[in-house]
């Protein structure tokens, strides 16, 4: 009843105070979070997007002041058309359905890459990130707990030893010292495959920036190339991470001798956000009923065995997770 509920409220909310009468809705994607969206089809007339994001839940106004921010850097974000901040719904422009995730192919991941660096170093060189959240020590922490409460404890049910908890204790605050000692810069925090759309103009479109921090300048890297749902070969993202260290030099993001650090920066961070999705995919499905997710834990934990031969300081969570973590994770797939 009360989902029926919500859908009439929106349905009023389009036709009395967005002044739409001939429509239909179809369902476009109903995210990790509790926003559901839905593409409203008009007849001869380009169509929108809905954005149902129930109050109680969600808040859209970090969306708006977001997408403000953003189309002053000049980067490609969806047009607010119409808001009802109390209720929780936004009419969107729409950029089309052809994300990253389905148009990327070896061919031409080096042009659409290329694009995606380029506008999120119009993001990073954009000036001011006042009135953003800082994506500080405590927010780290904060999102590496979630590996150890919901993946290892809940999930796997796994009982650590003492030796183990104090690994993990390391490994985190190494984690954190490494983020924190990175340039600060505005960071979307799921700059990836399933949030860039391939536009016919000004590509790609940018979505999901709601969550946007100050942060380190590697996170949304990590995000593009070490993408949970997209793998690509080390060679070609350290070519990847090259050509965007050279453009950031360039733009006065990085100075040189930062640049030099990024590829260990890059892997370091890496790290922390993979804990953290592990942690987070583990939630979706334990509390939220959103199973989905776990058929991606492989690809994710992976990316830690692939930095930590790369990083020394990272090969004892990579032990762990290979001798603890992974058997369970197997059984449980039915592998």
């Known amino acids: 009843m009360r989902a029926l509920s919500r ?29 559901r969206y839905f593409r409203v089809h ?13 109050p109680e839940k969600e808040d859209c106004r970090p969306f708006v002041a977001c997408t403000a921010r953003l189309q002053a850097a000049g980067v490609h974000v969806p047009r607010i058309v119409a808001q009802d901040i109390a209720q929780g719904f936004l009419l969107l422009e729409d950029l089309g359905d052809r994300l990253y995730q389905h148009a990327l192919t070896p061919a031409n991941a080096d042009a659409l890459y290329g694009a995606a660096c380029r506008t999120l170093i119009q993001m990073q060189a954009a000036g001011s990130t006042s009135g953003l959240a800082q994506y500080d020590a405590a927010l780290l922490r904060q ?42 810069v505005l960071v979307h925090r799921d700059f990836h495959a399933r949030n860039l ?14 969550d946007a921090v100050r942060g380190p300048v590697t996170y949304d890297l990590v995000s593009l190339w070490r993408d949970s749902y997209i793998a ?30 990024m590829p260990c920066w890059f892997d370091w961070m890496g790290v922390q956000r993979q804990l953290k999705i ?7 499905h334990l509390r939220d009923g959103k199973s989905a997710y776990l ?24 032990a762990f997770i290979r001798r603890r973590c992974l058997p369970v994770v197997a059984s449980e797939n039915g592998s």
């Open 197 to 210: 759309l391939v536009c016919e103009t000004d590509s790609p479109g940018v979505i999901d920036f709601q």
């Open 7 to 35: 859908e009439l409220q929106l349905l009023t909310w389009l036709r009395h105070t967005c002044g739409l009468y001939q429509f239909s809705l179809t369902v476009v994607s109903a995210d990790a979070s509790f926003r």
């Open 143 to 184: 999102e590496l707990q979630l590996f150890e409460d919901w993946f290892v404890r809940d999930y796997l049910r796994l009982t650590l030893t003492l030796a183990e908890q104090a690994m993990l204790r390391t490994c985190f605050a190494s984690l954190i010292e490494q983020a924190v000692q990175q340039p600060q």
């Open 278 to 284: 592990a942690g987070i995919f583990a939630r979706l």
């Open 295 to 318: 058929a991606d834990i492989p690809q994710t934990l992976a990316y830690i065995a692939l930095a930590a031969g790369r990083q020394p300081g990272l090969q004892p969570l990579a």
């Open 42 to 54: 008009r007849p001869a007339q380009a169509s929108w997007i809905v954005m149902d994001a129930p």
């Open 232 to 261: 690509w070969p080390l060679a070609r993202v350290d070519v990847w991470l090259a050509d965007y260290t050279k453009q950031a030099i360039a733009r006065g993001i990085l100075t040189a001798a930062q640049g030099a650090q």
